[in-house]
């Protein structure tokens, strides 16, 4: 097996029940980054393949105690160690993205092509400020790239929602 076959995700699911309730706008992203994050990605857990387990990986993400658990499974369907993030240093940005995504939702339905577009742009930087922040909390933890890095922070950022 190659080393872009062994480095990736193949699965990831979200723990549902940290989620009371999702508009049908944070549902469609949720989807979306489903979708491109399994089709194409860059995901290699340091410590899962030195303990010598192999992927493709399936990953299931829960919030446990403030605390993002990302569990492994290996390839062979072993359980492959958790890497937990502490989120603290993302708060910030997942707050900030709730508010920016919750007035770009509102302006598509009510505002000009050039005011959704200017939203639209403050929303995208919000979630790079996000995805660099989720890459160095990764640090020495997982080898990933700045697109899966992007989808597992929208991905994250749908298990905060409380309803």
């Not at 193949?10 to 994050?37: F, G, H, N, P, Q």
Request: aromatic fraction near 6%; include cysteine.
């Amino acid at each position: 097996m190659d080393d872009e076959t062994r480095n990736k995700i193949v699965a990831i699911t979200l723990d549902e029940a940290t989620v009371l309730a999702r508009s049908e706008d944070v549902e469609k992203e949720r989807e979306i980054a489903l979708r491109d994050l399994v089709e194409e990605n860059l995901f290699h857990p340091l410590r899962a393949t030195q303990d010598g387990h192999e992927g493709p990986w399936t990953v299931h993400l829960s919030v446990i105690d403030s605390m993002l658990a990302w569990h492994l499974t290996a390839s062979s369907g072993e359980a492959a160690g958790t890497i937990g993030l502490g989120l603290a240093r993302m708060r910030r940005s997942v707050r900030d993205y709730f508010a920016i995504c919750d007035s770009y939702y509102k302006a598509l339905r009510r505002n000009s092509a050039q005011e959704i577009e200017t939203i639209d742009m403050a929303r995208r930087g919000i979630h790079d400020r996000g995805t660099r922040h989720l890459l160095d909390a990764l640090e020495g933890k997982v080898e990933t790239d700045f697109a899966t890095a992007r989808r597992l922070f929208t991905l994250i950022c749908v298990l905060h929602i409380r309803g």
